[in-house]
């Protein structure tokens, strides 16, 4: 994320309501939350894993399955 300075939007009292952010720093503050994101479900996928099976052995059941 740049390091610019925030710019606010206010209302009539001047309280701060809404922050603008350019383009590049949106899509690089969304990609970052997309990563975090990812980050939090494989930590839970990896938490509540029962099991692993073999790669090879998904891939067959998916072929008997005609899904691949």
């Known amino acids: 994320m740049s ?3 925030p710019q ?3 209302d009539e009292k001047g309280r701060k309501k ?3 952010l350019s383009i590049k720093e949106y899509r690089e503050l ?3 939350l997309e ?6 479900e494989l930590d839970e996928a990896v938490r509540t ?4 099976r073999d790669y090879r052995e998904v891939r ?3 072929k008997e399955e005609g899904l691949l």
Request: glycine fraction near 4%.
């Open 30 to 32: 969304m990609r970052k």
């Open 18 to 20: 809404a922050v603008l």
């Open 49 to 52: 894993a029962q099991g692993f």
């Open 8 to 10: 606010y939007l206010v």
């Open 60 to 62: 067959e059941e998916l």
């Open 35 to 40: 990563d975090l994101e990812d980050s939090l």
């Open 3 to 5: 390091k610019s300075k």
